[in-house]
Each structure stands twice: as structure tokens, then as C-alpha cells.
T-cell receptor, first 113, second 111 residues
């Protein structure tokens, strides 16, 4: 099993450009999450999807959109990138039930100039 | 005020030391308490998972939860250079499927 995979690993954008970060999991998990991690600020939840067909805003959703394409895939889109969106982005997934353990991907390092 | 506050660090200890990492929280609905370890330039991975109050031991690692004080700790015995990483506490409960993370403590264990 590959677990949670993310593409791309690195990306540099100019202000105003758009891009989509891709995430896929092969563990048949119901819930998926997008976080951003900035130095000294831990993990901040951008959006999450409790199950296929549903998405909800997290703590810092402004400037982002998401799509839960199917049970495996959850994408994050930046429509008009800003320097404040320079960060490391992590995707995670979780199985149904009482376990809150999340499985994380390797991250995408995004720089917006 | 944040729901979860984590001792900021960074922390630097000699090999073999006992390390204590701590978090406090304000949300009484939290019932599930987790510690994640994150190596440099990698994604976090679950290290310890505890439900409600009490202690849980796994090898050199012990997780403690004191719900009356809203305080959790992770102890590392006989610390090794390979334990050098950022440790994130996380908490969940109250029906939402989300976890709330602390900001992380970066630990360096020097040989």
C-alpha cells in the first residue's frame, strides 16, 4: 500500500496564478483532510471531507477550494495564489469510527512569489 | 486563546536523558489524545493514542492524560538521537471528525 500520496512535491507560483494540489489514499478511508503548516504554527485545517460527497470548511479556508472527486481522491485548489499562501500543505485521511488516527502524506512545499 | 497549547521548545537534551513534552487544552469535550512525531521534511505519523484519562506505555514512550487538569504529557526514556523530531499533540472528541493540533515542540537529542 502506498498510503497517502500527494503531488506535486514542490511548486513555485507567481502571485495570481492558480494550481491544484492532488491527494489520493489507498486505505479505503472515509474522511480526508487538507492542512497547511507554517513555522511555529503547527497544523491548521483548511478543509475536510467526512465522507465522499461532503466537504466542510476548517480553520483557514479563505483563498482555497476543494473537491472530493471520489472516495480515494481529495484535491485542493488555489484560484489566485498570494504570498501568504506560501506554506507546506499536508493531506491526511482517517478511517470511519472512533479512532481519530490520521495518516498523512509527505507534503507539498509551495512558494508564491 | 487557542484550544490546545503546547510547550513551544525547542528542547535540546543529551542522549539518555528523560524528556517530558506537554500540552494543555480548554475543550472539555476532548476524549481522544494523540501524539504525532514529525521528522524534518516529512509528514506527521502517529506515535501514541490514548482514550480518556490514564497512562499508556509503549517501549520507551509513555503518554499521560489528566482530564481533571486538562493536561497531557509524553515522556521519552533513554532518549536517542533518532528521537530528534518535532512532536505534535492532537486532541479530538465531541462528535466532530476533526483533531485539533498543538503547534509542536522540536526536540534535539545530542549524542
Amino acid at each position: 500500500n502506498a498510503g497517502v500520496t500527494q503531488t506535486p512535491k514542490f511548486q513555485v507560483l507567481k502571485t495570481g496564478q492558480s494550481m491544484t494540489l492532488q491527494c489520493a489514499q489507498d486505505m479505503n478511508h472515509n474522511s480526508m483532510y487538507w492542512y497547511r503548516q507554517d513555522p511555529g504554527m503547527g497544523l491548521r485545517l483548511i478543509y475536510y471531507s467526512a465522507s465522499e460527497g461532503t466537504t466542510d470548511k476548517g480553520e483557514v479556508p479563505n483563498g482555497y477550494n476543494v473537491s472530493r472527486l471520489n472516495k480515494r481522491e481529495f484535491s485542493l485548489r488555489l484560484e489566485s495564489a498570494a504570498p501568504s499562501q506560501t506554506s507546506v500543505y499536508f493531506c491526511a485521511s482517517r478511517d470511519r469510527g472512533q479512532s481519530y488516527e490520521q495518516y498523512f502524506g509527505p507534503g507539498t512545499r509551495l512558494t508564491v512569489t | 486563546q487557542k484550544e490546545v497549547e503546547q510547550d513551544p521548545g525547542p528542547l535540546s537534551v543529551p542522549e539518555g536523558a528523560i524528556v517530558s513534552l506537554n500540552c494543555t487544552y480548554s475543550n472539555s469535550a476532548f476524549q481522544y489524545f494523540m501524539w504525532y512525531r514529525q521528522y524534518s521534511r516529512k509528514g506527521p505519523e502517529l506515535l501514541m493514542y490514548t482514550y480518556s484519562s490514564g497512562n499508556k506505555e509503549d517501549g520507551r514512550f509513555t503518554a499521560q492524560v489528566d482530564k481533571s487538569s486538562k493536561y497531557i504529557s509524553l515522556f521519552i526514556r533513554d532518549s536517542q538521537p533518532s528521537d530528534s523530531a518535532t512532536y505534535l499533540c492532537a486532541m479530538a472528541g465531541g462528535g466532530a471528525g476533526k483533531s485539533t493540533f498543538g503547534d509542536g515542540t522540536t526536540l534535539t537529542v545530542k549524542p
